[in-house]
């Protein structure tokens, strides 16, 4: 049974930093992509950010480009974000997305359709 945890999120200043994690179980090798994605009420599911576990791709949405990083141990099964710089308008909560079908070396896509397992997600309030 595929699992992905989230953790780290929590309340921060304008300006703060939070790494969040996703902790994946269920899945073996490294032929899957990873996203992370975020929402608010009334809104659609945005991707903040995806990451190819074998090719190390990744994507930003633009308004996290030079703020965020995302990054992957693949021994760990664990995937990271970490966010500098935060905004009010990044808050939001966070799931960890997995998308199993994306084979070894073809990267990342940033649409929630084609993930097929989430998290419970992880709340992140930045506050003015």
């Known amino acids: 049974e595929v699992q992905l945890v989230e953790s780290g999120g929590g309340l921060v200043q304008t300006g703060g930093s939070l790494r969040l994690s996703c902790a994946i179980s269920?899945?073996?090798?490294?032929?899957?992509?990873i996203g992370w994605f975020r929402q608010t009420p009334g809104k659609e599911r945005e991707a903040v950010s995806c990451?190819?576990?074998?090719?190390?791709?990744?994507y930003y949405l633009d308004s996290v480009k030079g703020r965020f990083t995302i990054s992957s141990d693949n021994a760990k099964k664990t995937v990271y974000l970490q966010m500098n710089s935060l905004k009010p308008e990044d808050t939001a909560v966070y799931y960890c997305?997995?998308?199993?079908?994306?084979?070894?070396?073809?990267?990342?896509?940033?649409?929630?359709?084609?993930?097929?397992?989430w998290g419970q997600g992880t709340q992140v309030t930045v506050s003015s």
């Open positions: 269920g899945l073996d090798g490294d032929d899957f992509a």
């Open positions: 990451i190819g576990l074998r090719d190390k791709y990744t």
């Open positions: 997305e997995a998308d199993i079908n994306r084979g070894a070396g073809n990267g990342c896509a940033p649409s929630h359709l084609i993930y097929e397992y």
